[in-house]
């Protein structure tokens, strides 16, 4: 079993090493990272925001271990994968951060497409790319099957190779599952193997390593390849309070969403939440029985069965924070809120009302 460890933060920002050997995998919390990975009507430039204004608070304030300021920036290039990774705006990040002035930019499209039940990538022609010798190359996607993370590393890869010019680090952040850090490791050695100079590789998951529905899911209703889950997985303990906070949270279909269409098509995104909530209330389910399914809560018999159970994976965190947890739990399970939700047509009602509040932003 995996843990984390908290190396970093303030009042507004915890970030959190996962142990292990390898290459260096962090999570980061923050009360906008969270806002987006809970609310899907946050889009829009509303959705942008939300994540850079995450993204700079952790850059500002990375652990001794991370010294991205002390880079060169001449030396750094910011790669996007049209058109999700557009909406990290990490050459920005970055100047706002450490007053970097000099880095490049490079662009590559990506569209996935599936095919007997396999990934592949079509129109990755467009390729504008933009390196330095002995580079840091800073990355923002979204890694679910991680099809375009190989396929673009793997173009990169042959780029530097074909330039003859070296590579230093390379950095994602990411809202993601465990395939983004298998990936990386793949890339790791392979840039270790060709380039001397070569140092760290690192992964920033947004809120948590998340899990990835897939085929054999027990889901009612989930796109297999594209879901990030909430359970099973890797949570940062801010995230696990933040999901009593709304009863809708842990009950979407999605933790991130297409965040191209949430981005630049508002209206295709809302479709897409509303059809979700629409094919929710026909699964026959109860509320309770709709929220087990995404959101267990194995571990909450108790207030010690929690604490025991979380103390193994988060291994310096506040005991009050597991406490606030627990009480959020014991809060929303009341005796009459639990007689309301095991009702048959609980689930119904609650989706009508969720549809009814999404169909006011079109």
Known sequence: ???????????????YRIEGEGI????????????????????????????????????????????FKKLKDSEVSVLHFLRG????????LLYQAYDFKKQSSSFITSQRYRKSGLWYIKLDQYRKLAFQDNASVFLGDIVATGTTLDNGLGIILDTFKEQNIQMQNFVLFTVGCRRAEEIMSKYDALFRANF?????????YLEGRFGLA???????????????????????????LSQYDKLSYPLERCTIYDVGSRSFEC????????????????????????????????????????RDARSKVWKNVEKSLVEAIYKAHTYRWTPERLRETEKRDSLVKFCKKRIAALEKLR
């Open 85 to 92: 990774g557009l909406n990290f705006r990490l050459a920005d």
């Open 267 to 306: 209206l295709v995104h809302l479709e897409d939440i509303i059809s979700y909530w629409k094919k929710l209330s026909e699964t026959g389910m109860t509320l309770r029985e709709a929220v087990l399914e995404r959101w267990p809560e194995k571990e909450y018999e108790s207030r010690e069965t929690l």
């Open 196 to 204: 001397k100079k070569y140092q760290h590789t690192y992964v920033f």
């Open 1 to 15: 079993m995996e843990a984390i460890r908290r190396v970093g933060g303030d009042e507004l920002l915890s970030i």
């Open 214 to 240: 897939d085929s054999e899911s027990s889901l009612r209703v989930a796109l297999p390849g594209t879901d990030l889950l909430r359970s099973p997985a890797l949570l940062a303990p801010e995230f696990e």
């Open 24 to 67: 260096r995998r962090y999570i980061i919390s923050t009360p906008e990272t969270r806002a987006i990975c809970n609310s899907p009507e946050v889009m829009g430039y509303p959705f942008i925001a939300n994540l850079c204004r995450g993204l700079l608070r952790a850059l500002r304030n990375m652990p001794p271990e991370v010294p």
